[in-house]
């Protein structure tokens, strides 16, 4: 894979695609973790004295400009990490964008405004990608891809792109492939994989192939209750999508089969609802009351995934056990995250919110053997799957 250290990048006008996908609360940036993650990429540009121009999504906003999803707050962050002035594009290839990179001197950094303002990005029709492709690539000379998690999406600026440029893969791309990799292939038994978060669709079908590879799946947040369902428990109010239920008792019989063990919550933290200051309580997993929703894998499921996870040689951990975001229903992902960062075995965090939830709780990145800032994308990649990002890559 070509790195942005084979490319002449002085004076040229070099487009970043980077994953700045970052959550925002009252308008600032709440974790800048995926901002700070692409900063090695854009120092190194400017210092070699390239014009850059960065790209990135924020939200899932519908192919047209939404400004709550703007990535003006970004911009600013971005800057301040910078050192410099960052200016954000009103739009994504319009006149503001052509602009502002008229105007660009080397060593200089803008920003385009979100990608997914534009229905091209997204759009699954290869002809109306590639237009919207062409338009952002117009006003450039060479391309970086370097938003490794959206690495696995077929996106006009991740895919398109660089099939129509001169592109090379940044460093932070390069640092996630590497790191990653040791989860493909030949790797340090006992595996252990903990899965949890609330974008149970996005991340269900990869249950299927980690149940080939992963000795244990240890299975926490709202992933757990089409589980807890497909053994005919009452959920209350808890997350669920009905049709997941099925598929989770087909991973039941197939892990049960292959001798992959699943292991799912036996007690579970329980709310009215998730606020703050809310009254909870602590509950066997085959009794989640009617009105009640888990927002928490509860203290007995916590010691055995920590003691689990320390017997592991190798632990890949996505997505939070709880709402993590509120104290009374961070102690199940916290408890993952300590035994995580005490175990001897080569320790992989992936997710926006999995490596947003480690920082909000005090642990340092340097506590893990690596923190990707990919959520589907990590996933997809130690299933052995191509991402279209890659691919795209290794044409040129
Ligand atoms: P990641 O970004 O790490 O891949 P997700 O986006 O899938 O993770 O999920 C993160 C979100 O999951 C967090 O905002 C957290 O509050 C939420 N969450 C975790 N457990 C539950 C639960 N039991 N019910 C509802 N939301 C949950
Ligand atoms: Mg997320």
Redesign the pocket.
């Known amino acids: 894979m070509k790195t942005i250290d084979d490319l002449a990048v002085a004076g040229k006008r070099v487009l970043v695609r980077a994953d700045l996908n970052v ?1 925002l609360m009252d308008g600032h940036v709440a974790d800048d973790g995926r901002i700070l993650a692409s900063l090695p990429t854009l120092n190194a540009l400017t210092s070699r004295g390239a014009k850059v121009i960065v790209c990135a999504h924020l939200g899932r906003p519908k192919g047209k400009p939404d400004l709550k999803y703007s990535l003006a707050p970004v911009a600013v962050r971005l800057g301040q990490l910078l050192g410099c002035r960052v200016e954000l594009a009103a739009d994504t290839a319009g006149p503001s964008a052509h602009a502002l990179i008229a105007a660009l001197r080397p060593g200089e950094v803008i920003m385009l405004e979100n990608l997914r303002f534009n229905a091209g990005e997204t759009s699954t029709d290869d002809m109306d990608r590639g237009f919207f492709a062409d338009r952002l690539a117009e006003p450039t000379d060479l391309f970086v891809s370097d938003g490794f998690g959206v690495l696995h999406r077929k996106h006009a600026s991740v895919y398109d792109v660089p099939l129509r440029t001169t592109s090379a893969a940044g460093y932070l791309v390069q640092a996630e492939v590497a790191a990653l990799s040791r989860l493909t292939g030949d790797i340090r038994r006992p595996y252990v994989m903990v899965l ?5 669709a ?2 269900f079908s990869a249950i299927a192939s980690l149940i080939t590879t992963a000795d244990q799946i240890l299975v ?6 089409p589980f807890l369902a497909a053994k005919g428990y009452k959920v209350g109010t ?2 669920l999508e009905a049709d997941q239920v099925d598929i989770a008792a087909g991973y039941l019989e197939q892990a049960a089969r292959t001798g992959t063990k699943i292991v799912l919550p036996s007690d ?1 933290i329980v709310a009215a609802e ?1 606020a703050p200051d809310i009254p909870y309580q602590v509950v066997a997993a085959d009794a989640i009351p009617e009105h009640q ?5 509860g203290p007995e499921s916590a010691a055995l995934f920590a003691a689990t996870i320390r017997q592991a040689g190798t632990v890949f951990w ?9 104290p009374s ?1 961070a102690e ?2 916290k408890a993952v995250a300590q035994s995580l960062a005490e175990s001897d075995a080569f320790t992989v965090v ?8 480690i920082r909000a709780l005090g642990f340092p990145d340097a506590m893990f053997g690596y923190v990707s800032t990919g ?2 994308a990590s ?1 997809e990649f130690i299933q052995g799957k191509t991402l279209p990002g890659l691919a795209a890559l290794e044409e040129q």
């Open positions: 959550p949890g978060g609330a974008k149970v996005d991340k926490g947040g709202a992933m757990a209750f808890s997350l579970v998730p929703a888990g927002l928490d894998i996505n997505g939070p056990m709880g709402v993590f975001e509120l229903f199940g992902t992936g997710g926006g919110d999995s490596g947003a939830a959520g589907g996933l």
